[in-house]
C-alpha cells in the first residue's frame, strides 16, 4: 500500500443516502497520482454515487473525503474544479446550443488558474472534434458528446479525473484509441477513477480495482485475482452484469 502522503484522494468510511436508503455504506479506498483506479460493481451498487460525492454533486452523509490532504466532503463542484477535481457523466450533459468550440472555451476560461491551459486546436485534434467544432453539441452522435465531455473537464486541467462508464457505446477501435488516450493521461501524473462495465478494458487500462457491492468495497487489488474471488463472482454472476 502507498504512503499516506502519496494519496491525492482519500475516501474514508463515506455514506451517502437516500431517505433511509444507503447508496454508499462505508466506503473506503485511496487514489495515487498517475494512477488508474478501476472501480467496478453490479448496476446500483454506488458507482456513480461515489463520483458524485468525490465531485461535490452530493454532501456525504458521513466519512471523509480527503483531496491533497484537505477535507473536501460537501464542497461545491465549481470549488473543487478549482482545486483539481473534475468529471465526466455517465450521460453527457454539454451545452447543447453551444458549438464544441464554445463548450471548450467555457471550460478553458473556467479551469484551474495555476496551470497554463492547452491549446483549443490540440483539444480538438486529439480527441477527434476538429471536424465538428463549430456545430452545436446537440448535433454531435454520443460518442461525439463522450468525447466533448472528456475534453470540458481536462480544459479545467484536473489532477485528479473520475470518468463514469465513457467506454459504453464505444466500438472495438475507438476503445482501444481511448484506452491509449486515458494511459497517457495518467502518465502525464493525473489521478484517473474509472467506471466501467467493459472489463476486457478495465484490464487494459487499470493498475488497481474496488469492487463494489451495496455501496461498500468487496475487493481491492487487481482484476487477475478478483476473478478468483467467490465473492466477487457471485456478485457479477447474481447480477445482470456477467460478462
Ligand atoms: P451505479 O452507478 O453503481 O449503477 P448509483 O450510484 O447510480 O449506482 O446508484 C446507487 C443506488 O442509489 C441505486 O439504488 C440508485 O437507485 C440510488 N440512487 C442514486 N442516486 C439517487 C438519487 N439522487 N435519489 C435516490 N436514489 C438514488
Ligand atoms: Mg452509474
Known sequence: MSPDNNQILRVSKVVKRFGGFHALDGLSFHVVPGEILGLVGPNGSGKTTAINVISGLYAPDGGEVTFDGASIGGMASHRLVHRGINRTFQVPKPFMSLTVRENIGVALAYGRAAMTPPPM??????????????????????????MLDLVRALATRPR?????????????????????????LAQSGIAIIVVEHLMGFIEQITDRIIVLNAGKEIFEGKLAVAVQVPQVIEVFLGGEHAA
Request: charged share 25%.
Open 121 to 146: 486546436q490540440a483539444l480538438l485534434d486529439e480527441y477527434r472534434l476538429a471536424g465538428v467544432a463549430d456545430r452545436p453539441a446537440a448535433d454531435l452522435n454520443n460518442v461525439q458528446q463522450k
Open 160 to 184: 485528479l479525473l473520475l470518468l463514469d462508464e465513457l467506454a459504453a457505446g464505444l466500438n472495438p477501435a475507438e476503445l482501444d484509441w481511448i484506452a491509449g488516450r486515458i494511459k497517457a
